[in-house]
């Protein structure tokens, strides 16, 4: 007997004709012991949830769950989480699907110590229709630990992710506070307790369009990586090269936003912790290298 697996699709600011494709792309699933939660993170009297309370009669099989309040993704998330009934928990953004096989092949590959399964993708473009590589795909990793992901994001968005339930318990919920970057936040949480592993396949697509994403949003990621660095300060400073790594990034981002003197600090960070780095982990800034190189190339 199949295990049920709990499919969270969170919603906000989104007709109804997009949401359509993420569920039905939960339906047509070769795996077909699953629920389907909706949770609507609209404002009650939007046009949005007037528009989905509508649409939503013609699936009796979907939990639609709306909230009494717009309450952000993280907490549209939780309340899946806690209300799930499946032994195993996948999320969908509302405007992504899953191919055919995603979860049949990520259950193959479930065992008792892995706390995570993702797995490779596509990106399309909405407005040109060109569809390439997701990003996490191009350099692509069976497994990563909580070392691997302090030095990067190798796996992405939670539109992939294959979570035992029993996870959350040892590592907690989605965080409130992080504006940004918290399916990455939450990676690294899992990964210190359990194994995180990858199907290498193309098992979803994530798309992108003119509608706002998060991810965009330059300030939200700017504090989110900054709590992501804060937060595992401890860790960071054992491995310096993914200090320079982050502290590269943040710089980065202050510098689209012309913040100078923040800009200049984190890259001073980044310089000092990069030659730190030549003389304490030789190995990683070659295996960066590869990657690198791998990327160009694909």
Not at 20 to 44: A, F, G, H, M, W
Not at 46 to 63: A, T, V
Not at 202 to 216: A, C, D, M, T
Not at 254 to 270: D, G, H, V, W
Request: aromatic fraction near 12%; hydrophobic fraction near 35%.
């Amino acid at each position: 007997m199949e295990e049920l697996v709990s499919a969270i699709i969170t919603t906000y600011g989104r007709k109804f004709g997009v949401i359509k494709r993420s569920i039905e792309s939960v339906l047509c699933q070769t795996y077909k012991s699953i629920e389907i939660i909706l949770i609507d993170d609209n404002d009650p009297d939007s046009l949005f949830r007037k528009d989905i309370e509508n649409s939503i009669k013609d699936y009796s099989e979907i939990r639609y769950v709306p909230l009494l309040k717009n309450s952000g993704a993280q907490k549209a998330r939780n309340i899946g989480i806690e209300i799930a009934k499946g032994n195993f928990i996948a999320f969908l953004d509302d405007d992504d699907e899953w191919l055919p096989d995603k979860i049949e092949k990520q259950m193959n590959i479930i065992s008792e110590n892995v706390g995570l399964v993702y797995c490779m993708g596509y990106t399309v473009f909405e407005d040109s229709r060109k569809t390439v590589d997701y990003v996490t795909t191009k350099n692509f990793r069976k497994e990563v630990s909580f070392v691997d992901l302090l030095y990067g994001d190798y796996i992405g968005t939670t539109t992939q992710a294959l979570i035992p339930k029993g996870v959350f318990k040892a590592a907690g919920l989605f965080d409130l506070d992080q504006p940004a970057r918290q399916d990455y936040e939450m990676w690294i949480r899992i990964s210190k307790h359990f194994k995180c592993v990858g199907v290498a396949e193309p098992l979803f697509r994530h798309y992108v369009h003119e509608g706002e994403q998060i991810s965009k949003d330059n300030l939200k990621s700017i504090t989110g990586f900054e709590r992501i660095y804060n937060k595992n300060i401890e860790n960071y400073k054992k491995h310096p090269f993914a200090r320079a790594h982050i502290c590269l990034l943040i710089s980065s981002l202050y510098k689209k936003q012309k913040n100078t003197n923040k800009f200049l600090y984190y890259r001073s960070r980044f310089l000092l912790y990069s030659f730190l780095s030549f003389f304490c982990e030789p190995k990683k800034i070659i295996e960066h290298l590869n990657d690198k190189k791998s990327c160009s190339k694909s």
